[in-house]
């Protein structure tokens, strides 16, 4: 006669099974079986715990987990690290980074600069933006100019303000933006609004540079 404890389970949930036919068969083996089958979830002395191949697809029966059983709710805060992150999940472009030629004496509404960048955007993706330049204005103290960006020639965010002391004093910018543009291509420009009479323009001995990066779901 043989006679053997489960050693997947523990404590009251532990059972012994009979190895040969000629073993004891005992009522309280099965009682004890059908309790440890009614709490089993996988946890230590409840069971195998799951193997990376438990969350695998398989051609023979298709994926082992429903579809949507692993959700956020499911996933303890903080615990995704860069390690996790598949390749390509971050994606960033530096498409523009130039002595960037610009002046304009148009006033009341934006103008768009060579500074200027395309974006292809996938579904649910979040952009953010950084733009930095530098710039001058013919009239002064006082003059001021508006920096804004353009999505697909409107502008969507005004995010710098100029406004100098001195007539021509070169005034470095920058700032960052972050979009929810809908899926597809999409054109980012920065564009400058002339509130003061004169010529606005971009430093010629200051690199102007745009630089996006969107953040895949």
């Keep these: 006669m043989a006679r053997q404890n489960a050693t997947n389970f523990s404590g009251g949930l532990q059972f012994p099974y009979a190895t040969a036919a000629t073993d004891l068969f005992k009522k309280e083996d099965v009682q004890t079986l059908a309790l440890a089958v ?6 230590a002395g409840k069971g195998l715990l799951l193997p990376n191949g438990a969350f695998a697809d398989n051609t023979l029966n298709g994926s082992k987990l429903i579809d949507g059983t692993v959700t ?43 500074v200027t960048l395309p974006a292809l955007m996938t579904t649910g993706g979040r952009l953010q933006l950084w733009c930095s330049f530098a710039l001058a ?26 406004h100098n002391a001195a ?51």
């Design 38 to 43: 009614d709490q089993h979830d996988h946890s």
């Design 72 to 114: 956020s709710a499911k996933i303890a805060d903080g615990t995704i690290v860069a390690a996790d992150l598949a390749a390509d999940a971050v994606t960033q472009w530096v498409t523009y980074e130039a002595i960037a030629t610009f002046s304009s004496t148009v006033t009341g509404s934006y103008v768009p600069t060579p």
């Design 137 to 162: 204005h013919s009239a002064g103290p006082g003059a001021l100019v508006r920096a804004a960006i353009m999505r697909d020639g409107s502008a969507v965010a005004a995010l710098s303000i100029y």
């Design 167 to 217: 007539v021509n004093q070169v005034i470095p910018c920058s700032f960052v933006f972050s979009d929810l543009p809908a899926a597809g291509a999409h054109t980012y420009t920065l564009a400058l609004y002339n509130v003061t009479a004169g010529t606005m323009s971009l430093d010629g001995g200051t690199t102007a540079s745009m630089i996006a990066t969107e953040f895949k779901r």
